[in-house]
């Protein structure tokens, strides 16, 4: 039996995606307020920042992968114009119903599908931009993901990974306190689920760090990564162009 880490649990590789299912099952419904009461609104900073490096241009082809609620497949969309084209998709149909509905709700239609990141139902060299926020360090084979991303995109078109990473040293114990008493607290209170935001602070500190995933990204056909540290390296947006 092959094992990976679920958390700090060691699971059957197979089990790996339906325990993420149900984390993210649980908590889609309250996804949004979560993430502006965790980060205190600087997610929505991240992925304004996210957008800026993206740099996209009318007609341009994106790829939004574990795009959840849609709040980075929908300032893309805005980008690209209606020549361009953003898919939209996530691994957990919660979560894209939610963000499909919140994507109608503010007048944008997109290609929507549910998809695994390890297996992506696209050709190869069709996007120009392909973007994950917050889901790599929930896949079971990063490595795999990582090489599948660079397939679908064209030549010199550029991943962008934007995830938690290694903070500051200074910050570290207080960022542990926060983690691990007060997130899963939080979660408790508003959620009505402690355990997920539980999940949520360990599956950061199993996630490779900033130069441990520009060398993953390296590996799997990225021949320039770099990474701009955010909030003191609280989250990293690693930016990687296909050979």
Not at 3 to 23: L, Q
Not at 153 to 181: C, H, I, M, N, T
């Amino acid at each position: 039996m092959s094992s990976t880490h679920f958390g700090y649990r060691n699971v059957d590789e197979k089990e790996k995606a339906s325990f993420v299912k149900g984390v993210f099952d649980s908590v889609a419904p309250k996804y949004d307020l979560m993430n502006d009461l965790m980060s205190m609104g600087l997610h929505r900073l991240w992925k304004a920042y996210t957008v800026t490096v993206a740099n996209l241009h009318e007609g341009d082809q994106v790829l939004d992968i574990a795009g959840g609620t849609g709040d980075l497949a929908l300032a893309f969309a805005k980008k690209v114009g209606a020549s361009g084209r953003v898919v939209h998709t996530d691994i957990n149909e919660a979560m894209l119903r939610t963000g499909r509905d919140r994507l109608v709700n503010a007048g944008v239609v997109l290609p929507t599908a549910v998809c695994d990141a390890e297996k992506l139902p696209f050709p190869d060299q069709q996007f120009d931009l392909v973007s994950v926020a917050f889901g790599l360090r929930n896949m079971t084979h990063k490595d795999v993901a990582l090489a599948e991303m660079n397939r679908v995109l064209k030549p010199g078109g550029r991943l962008l990974v934007l995830e938690f990473s290694k903070v500051a040293q200074p910050l570290e114990k207080a960022y542990d306190w926060y983690s691990f008493k007060v997130l899963p607290k939080l979660g408790e209170l508003v959620a009505k689920d402690s355990a997920s935001y539980q999940y949520l602070a360990e599956s950061i500190r199993m996630h490779p760090g900033q130069e441990a995933l520009k060398t993953l990204m390296k590996a799997n056909g990225f021949g320039h990564v770099d990474y701009h540290n955010l909030s003191a390296g609280l989250v990293a947006l690693h930016v990687g162009i296909k050979c």
